[in-house]
């Protein structure tokens, strides 16, 4: 039984592939060592990326079945990059008050943003439609 359409389900499960790709791939590289300026060599958050990549992974089989099982990875997977996209924002932000303080020699710039904040910014879509099929949830037995 669909719980809503096939259709609205491949076009989250096609998202939630490429986040899920993206993340898998960027994961791996910062794992390796990273890839010049572009990607920092980071084993904490190249971990954190696979375990993304694989939330939102394991969810892409379920959505394109119209399931709401599937959508609860999606969820899992929006949290995930949500939580620690945010971390690698305040992060960035403490830089810049460091800087204002006077202790730190540069302010932070848009492209000392991180993969996994650039990972967020992907999401956001995402985020906004799983949002629009989980609102009528809260009162039903799911």
Sequence with gaps: MTDYS??????????ASALGAIS???GLVEISGGWG??????????FVLLVIAATYLNG???VFQGRYE???FLVGG???TAVFGVLYLLMMGAEGLMYLLG???ALPGIFDLRPEVWILLLSLPLARRVGRLTD???GSRY
Aim: charged share 20%; hydrophobic share 45%; net charge negative.
């Design 6 to 15: 096939i259709k609205t389900g491949k076009g989250l499960g096609i998202y």
């Design 136 to 138: 009528g949830m809260a």
């Design 24 to 26: 898998l791939v960027v």
């Design 103 to 105: 202790e730190a020699e």
């Design 78 to 80: 929006l949290f995930l």
């Design 70 to 72: 599937g959508l609860s």
């Design 60 to 62: 892409v089989k379920g």
């Design 37 to 46: 300026e572009i990607i920092p060599g980071d084993l904490f958050g190249g």
